[in-house]
């Protein structure tokens, strides 16, 4: 697809390929590897300074943010300033933006919307809830933050008007396509409630079902059903029982709806991917809808999201839970693009997304980072190989690899059997067994980031393991042992060199023999190897 004001120039897309997903950018399948800004760092005067210590991390895209109250401080009258600072930053530090609309809903809160909005509770109202839950992020002499109601039809339409105005800008003013694609809102969803309680929440309850939605009930949740309810037409309150996790369905049938809307309304003026985010759940310490947004995007309505919401491109999981190979991989799935917007700073994680196709990933608070950090370096490695993996991606001749403490992880590319497991514990093992002294175990690792809140480096095994070619591998990572075998016959090790790529073409910087191939890959940091395997006949 062309947009007519950029020339002949193409729009970012996402296609679809053999094995997953590939985000098109200048008719190239492209990696958008970077990292998401604080909130408020758009706003900020260093902001050309900041997004310069982003490229020298080797990312290749930044998430900024558009605000509705700062581009429509009042109601009908428009400035998009802050929108191009953003624009001028990120081409000067050679970045593309992802940008997202913090519209009327962040963090299941509505911080964002104008002040003419917050101030007219009578034209938009606010969500009711019953209380009685511990509210994440907050304390017991907080400051009340706004809740505006998703079933307000004029707060939809004020937030689709600025909205559209957006687009309209960036199709004028970003003919280049720096941004690449939009969030539409950030972590939807209700809080201290499974369900909105307001008048027009209500009447919405008391509402028919959309067909496809009582069909899903029955299909796949019929433990959500109300006693007796076999039918497929009625209202809410008549098909579904009363549980938190009913209302949730809910919910996310209203918030999904209600962004879609935004998508149709936006593309239809600049036609860019559009997607939303989740604040996970069910997670610990937040075991109920409620407890976290109740009708975000979170696994469990998924697929209420994907017919309530078919404009947007993709569904995105925000990592900050421990267990971050299940979130990502909840999002995996073949009628979803796989993105990551946000995540903890936790390189493994980084590396298992890729090894399940995703086309990109974002460290929040990437503003804090160092340049020199194992992130940086994971960046700069993967920079040059970005091409190996997504033809990798493309064939499914890849996998991601992360190991807690004693795990192993057993793979198979056709006929050869692969068995990958933490090269450290390992050795500890053997070499003790042996009565050899052991490496050490690893010291406290070193803050990734060089300003605001510590984030150890990630100390786990992780890394992809590439098919490269009839029995050649490629491992990056850190801290693996990696074994072959096959059914009939034998396979060795032939040769191994560590090196990288740089544009997709290998440099050999050493050749890997005796106790070193124990680990292929370094054990404290991110490296890259070339494995050749031999093959012998019995």
Same mark, same amino acid.
């Given at each position: 697809m062309v947009d007519p004001a950029a020339g002949a120039r193409p729009i970012p897309r996402i296609e679809r390929s053999a094995h997953g997903f590939q985000f098109i950018v200048d008719e190239r399948p492209t990696l958008l590897l970077g990292g998401q800004l604080h909130n408020s760092t758009p706003t900020d005067v260093t902001l050309p300074d900041v997004l310069g210590r982003v490229r020298a991390l080797h990312a290749s895209v930044v998430i900024g943010s558009a605000s509705w109250s700062l581009v429509e401080p009042t109601e009908g009258r428009f400035d998009f300033s802050s929108v191009d600072r953003e624009l001028e930053a990120a081409r000067r530090a050679g970045l593309r933006l992802v940008l997202i609309w913090f519209g009327a809903f962040k963090n299941a809160t509505s911080t964002y919307a104008p002040t003419w909005v917050r101030a007219d509770p009578a034209r938009f109202p606010r969500a009711v809830v019953r209380g009685g839950r511990k509210e994440a992020f907050t304390h017991g002499h907080a400051t009340s933050k706004p809740v505006l109601s998703v079933f307000s039809e004029s707060l939809r339409a004020a937030d689709q008007r600025a909205f559209v105005s957006l687009m309209?800008?960036?199709?004028?003013?970003?003919?280049?396509?720096?941004?690449?694609?939009?969030?539409?809102?950030?972590?939807?969803?209700?809080?201290? *409630? #499974?369900?909105?309680?307001?008048?027009?929440?209500?009447?919405?309850? #008391?509402?028919?079902?959309p067909d496809a939605i009582a069909r899903l009930v029955l299909e796949q949740h019929p433990d959500l059903l109300r006693a007796g309810a076999t039918h497929r037409s009625g209202t809410w309150a008549e098909l579904l029982a009363e549980s938190w996790e009913a209302d949730e369905l809910f919910m996310a049938w209203h918030f999904g709806t209600y962004l879609d809307r935004l998508a149709v309304a936006g593309k239809a003026s600049k036609p860019l991917p559009m997607f939303a985010n989740a604040w996970l759940g069910?997670?610990?310490?937040?075991?109920?809808?409620?407890? %976290?947004?109740?009708?975000?995007?979170? @696994?469990?309505?998924? *697929?209420?999201?994907?017919? @309530?919401?078919?404009?947007?491109?993709?569904? #995105?999981?925000?990592? %900050?839970? *421990?267990?971050?190979?299940? @979130?990502?991989? @909840? %999002?995996?799935?073949?009628?979803?693009?796989?993105?990551?917007?946000?995540?903890?700073?936790?390189?493994?994680?980084?590396?298992?997304?890729?090894?399940?196709?995703?086309?990109?990933?974002?460290?929040?608070?990437v503003d804090d980072i160092r340049a020199d950090s194992r992130l940086g370096l994971a960046y700069g490695l993967l920079d040059g190989m970005a091409d190996v993996v997504i033809a990798a991606q493309a064939e499914g001749r890849i996998a991601g690899i992360l190991l807690e403490e004693d795990e192993r992880q057993d793979l198979e590319f056709g006929s050869l059997r692969v068995v990958v497991q933490g090269a450290r514990a390992l050795l500890q093992r053997m070499l003790l067994d042996a009565g050899v002294q052991a490496p050490p175990a690893h010291a406290s690792a070193p803050s990734e980031t060089g300003r605001g809140i510590p984030a150890p480096a990630d100390t786990r095994a992780?890394?992809?393991?590439?098919?490269?070619g009839p029995d050649e591998f490629i491992v990056v990572g850190q801290n693996l042992a990696v074994d072959f075998a096959v059914e009939a016959g034998a396979v060795e090790i032939d040769a191994v060199e560590a090196g990288y790529f740089s544009d997709g073409t290998w440099t050999c910087t050493r050749v890997v023999n005796g106790d070193e191939r124990l680990a292929i890959v370094p054990l404290d940091e991110v490296g890259v190897a070339r494995v050749r395997l031999l093959r012998l006949s019995t």
């Open positions: 309209d800008h960036l199709r004028t003013a970003d003919p280049q396509h720096t941004v690449l694609m939009v969030q539409v809102e950030n972590e939807v969803g209700l809080l201290r *409630d #499974s369900r909105d309680r307001s008048e027009t929440a209500d009447a919405a309850w #008391s509402g028919p079902v069910p997670q610990p310490g937040q075991p109920e809808a409620g407890d %976290y947004p109740s009708g975000g995007p979170t @696994a469990r309505v998924l *697929d209420v999201w994907k017919l @309530a919401a078919p404009n947007l491109d993709f569904l #995105s999981p925000d990592v %900050y839970i *421990d267990d971050g190979k299940a @979130a990502i991989s @909840a %999002y995996r799935r073949a009628d979803n693009a796989l993105f990551v917007p946000e995540s903890r700073v936790a390189t493994g994680n980084l590396f298992w997304a890729l090894g399940l196709g995703a086309f990109g990933f974002s460290m929040f608070g992780f890394g992809l393991l590439i098919e490269q």
